[in-house]
């Protein structure tokens, strides 16, 4: 089963619920989606096994076969190529590596180059196998990363992917093929806003779907009451608490914290597969 666990904006405790559920499943495997900023693997201490590069090709002009005829620049969807003065001008990080260019051009003066945008990590912590993108520094592009990063899905395994926030490309391409969408949020009207930004991309991609409340306080709440009236299934609740946060903020596991969370969190999974039946 490959859950996804997503928010529609940071900071609203998703990596919290994603390495502690991806450390209470059995037979599991952690995906740390978020290339731009992983923190994943600062919880689930694994120990570093493997790297690989990612790569993307990206265009280079043969000036000796170039015609200056703009016909590239023309077909260029992302305006990664400009006809300055007579010469062809690449610009790399905007290229999506499409190859359209290579397909136009009439004197076959483009070929292409690979590029390395950032890295993939494998880790393993007992019987958990984690992986991580990294995307670097100034690279503007993370799709890549997470494409080649969720080719690690073993389909025979739990598969928790910790994705970016928003409901940017990155997000989509994070979900995309999930049985499971797990959407935490906290009660603030920020939090709100971005929730239902959040439910109307998962309702798109016609993936099942229910939430978390973290940060929860007593009383009704805003995120209580839209639950009920959109009849979306609120699967837990992690209450505001100074001791939460402390184990959070010393990079440690909920679930290491007693028998209480492991059951919450076993709970949890428990709910999820019992929802998608």
């Known amino acids: 089963m490959i859950i996804s666990v997503l928010s529609g904006k ?12 991806a450390s209470a499943l059995d037979n599991a495997e952690y995906l ?9 693997f600062i919880f689930l201490k694994p120990e570093i096994v493997g790297r690989e590069a990612v790569k993307i090709k990206n265009p280079v002009i043969d000036v000796d076969k170039c015609l200056a005829c703009g016909q590239c620049v023309k077909a260029c969807q992302y305006n990664a190529l400009a006809l300055v003065k007579g010469k062809v001008i690449t610009f790399p990080k905007i290229c999506h590596s499409c190859g359209t260019c290579l397909l136009v051009c009439p004197a076959e003066a483009i070929g292409e180059q ?12 007992g019987s958990l196998t984690c992986y991580q993108g990294k995307l670097n520094v100034g ?42 969408c797990l ?3 906290e009660p603030t009207p920020f939090g709100f806003h971005d929730l239902q930004i959040a439910v109307s991309l998962v309702r798109q991609m016609d ?10 306080q007593a009383g009704r709440n805003i995120i209580v009451d839209y639950c009920q009236k959109e009849k979306i299934n609120l699967l837990g609740a992690i209450p505001f608490s100074q ?27 428990y709910r999820i597969q019992e929802v998608r039946g």
């Open 207 to 216: 993936i099942p779907f229910g939430i978390v409340l973290n940060k929860s």
């Open 32 to 40: 740390d989606c978020d290339v731009e900023e992983p923190n994943g």
């Open 139 to 180: 690279e503007p592009i993370a799709v890549p990363i997470i494409k080649q990063l969720k080719k690690k899905i073993n389909p025979e395994r739990n598969v928790i992917l910790d994705c970016p926030p928003g409901s940017s490309c990155s997000v989509v391409n994070s979900i995309e093929g999930s049985h499971y």
């Open 243 to 269: 001791e939460i946060a402390k184990i959070y903020s010393e990079g440690n596991l909920l679930v290491t914290q007693g028998h209480y969370w492991k059951c919450f969190f076993a709970d949890l999974a």
């Open 10 to 21: 940071g900071g609203t405790g998703k990596t919290l619920i994603s390495v502690n559920l």
């Open 114 to 125: 690979d590029r390395e945008i950032g890295i993939i990590e494998k880790g393993l912590n």
């Open 183 to 185: 959407l935490v949020t």
